[in-house]
C-alpha cells in the first residue's frame, strides 16, 4: 500500500505542474523553458524528507548500468558542494541559502537534462515561471532567462492560487510530523536521495482495520 504522504506529495506535484502550465499560456514564448536548457540544473537547493524517499524508491528500482553513473555523480557532487559553500563562507544549515551565483550541477543532469525527471523534487517542478512565496509577501522570483530584471509580471490570479499551494504543501509537512515521520539532523540534497535509503523515514502505512500499533482491529 502506497504511503498517503508521498500520495500527497504526488498530487502537490500534479497542481505545481498545472499552475506551471498556467503559466506557459499566460507568458507564451517568455517561457523558455524546455529539454536542453539546463540553467536551473545548477542552482543548490534543499529537499524534504518526502521528496527524498520519493527519489530514493526510483534510484533503487533503476539497473545497474543506469544507477551507476548516477550515484557517481552524487558521490563526487557532496564534497564539491561543501567546499563551494565552504569558500562563500556559509555553513550549510535547514533554510540557509546560499549567495545568489553559487553554482554547481545537479547530479541528476546528465547530458544537459534530468535523468529523474518523473521523480523530481518541486522545486525543480515550478522553477521558471514567477514564484510567490506568502513568507516573503514583497516580492515575486522568476528565472531571468524568461523574466529578465526588472521585467513587469502582470498575473492577477499569481497571490491567490501560489498562497493555496503553499498552505497545503504546509499542512503536508505537518502531517508528516504529527504522524511521527522522521526529520534529518542535516540538510538533505537530491545527491543525499540518490545515495541513501530515506523511504524508512515515512511514517508506517496503517492498513484498514489495523491500529496504529500494528494489531488487527475485529469487532467484539
Not at 27 to 56: L, M, N, P, V, W
Not at 91 to 103: D, F, H, N, Q, V
Not at 153 to 173: E, K, P
Request: proline share 9%; aromatic share 8%; net charge neutral.
Amino acid at each position: 500500500m502506497e504511503s498517503p504522504f508521498v500520495l500527497r506529495y504526488l498530487e502537490s506535484s500534479a497542481e505545481i505542474e498545472r499552475e506551471f502550465e498556467r503559466n506557459r499560456k499566460l507568458y507564451g514564448e517568455r517561457i523558455h523553458c524546455q529539454k536542453g536548457c539546463s540553467d536551473c540544473c545548477s542552482q543548490i537547493f534543499q529537499i524534504t524528507e518526502i521528496e527524498a524517499a520519493y527519489i530514493a524508491r526510483y534510484v533503487k528500482s533503476l539497473p545497474a548500468a543506469r544507477r551507476g553513473p548516477l550515484v557517481e555523480r552524487a558521490r563526487r557532487y557532496l564534497p564539491a558542494r561543501e567546499a563551494i559553500l565552504k569558500e562563500r563562507g556559509v555553513i550549510e544549515a535547514w533554510g540557509s541559502l546560499p549567495p545568489k551565483g553559487t553554482r554547481l550541477p545537479c547530479p541528476a543532469l546528465e547530458d544537459g537534462a534530468c535523468s529523474i525527471y518523473a521523480h523530481r523534487p518541486l522545486i525543480c517542478r515550478k522553477y521558471g515561471v514567477p514564484l510567490y512565496n506568502p513568507k516573503r509577501p514583497g516580492e515575486v522570483n522568476a528565472c531571468e532567462l524568461n523574466f529578465p530584471a526588472g521585467e513587469e509580471i502582470a498575473d492577477g490570479q499569481l497571490v491567490q492560487i501560489q498562497t493555496d499551494l503553499y498552505d497545503r504543501w504546509r499542512a503536508l509537512q505537518s502531517d508528516y510530523n504529527d504522524a511521527g515521520g522522521r526529520r534529518d539532523d542535516q540538510p538533505i540534497s537530491v545527491a543525499r536521495a540518490i545515495l541513501e535509503d530515506f523511504e524508512p523515514y515515512l511514517p508506517p502505512v496503517i492498513r484498514p482495520g489495523a491500529s496504529p500499533s500494528g494489531r488487527r482491529v475485529g469487532n467484539d
